[in-house]
């Protein structure tokens, strides 16, 4: 499956642009998601933590993503 | 009541303030956050912060609602900026108002705590030679 991901933060930068399409290969959930992000861009294992949210709310590395959802990479936040 | 703002204008302490004050509350504590002009001794010259806004304003909307619950707030109010800050300017202000005052401290410390850990907001420092997002990394 197909899906669009939306970056902020460093995610932004290790993606090289805020919107990217990724082809995920290990499975439609959160968890094979990150390791698809990890696999092809190896700055994502460096960072102190990679959360993901699905239409808006954090969701667990068991969270079956949909094509229509809206996914968005949470590097680690610093507001405050 | 809950306010929760995101902006990218100057945020007013005296607007944070007269949201929370209320006739029930005989506390309210002002928590402002403000640009430091250095980290781990190298100087900073200014500040971006960036937000996937309609998750912060939830985000920080869930920590307002629990603290109003969990300490009997009248008021609380969280203000965030975005974009280009210079030193010293205002990245963050948090006013609660509660009947006694030790739950007023309280309720800001939780409000502020929370957000560092749960908003979907980003800081970039920048410094002389470079810049980082901050605690991007271990």
Known sequence: MKINILAFGIAKDILDGQTKEIELSHGNDVKSLKQTLCDTFPEFSKLRSLSIAVNEEYRNDDYELKESDEVVIIPPVSGG | ?138
């Not at chain 2, 806004?53 to 203000?79: D, G, L, N, T, Y």
């Not at chain 2, 030679?129 to 991007?136: E, F, I, R, S, Y």
Request: hydrophobic content about 45%.
């Open chain 2, 1 to 138: 009541m809950i306010n929760i703002e995101l902006k990218d204008e100057p945020l007013s302490v005296e607007e944070c303030n007269d949201l929370a004050v209320s006739p029930t509350a005989g506390g309210t504590v002002v928590f402002v956050g403000t640009v430091r002009d250095q980290t781990k001794g190298k100087k900073v010259t200014h500040l971006e912060f960036e937000a996937y806004k309609p998750m912060a304003i939830s985000e920080m909307r869930k920590i307002a609602e629990q603290a109003a619950e969990k300490w009997q707030a009248a008021h609380v109010v969280i203000h965030h900026r975005v974009g280009k800050l210079d030193i010293t300017d205002i990245a963050v202000i948090i006013a609660v108002a509660t009947p006694h005052r030790k739950a007023a401290f309280e309720a800001c410390e939780y409000c502020i705590d929370t957000l560092k850990e749960t908003v979907p907001i980003w800081k970039k420092e920048f410094f002389e030679d470079g810049a980082v997002w901050v605690a991007a990394h271990p």
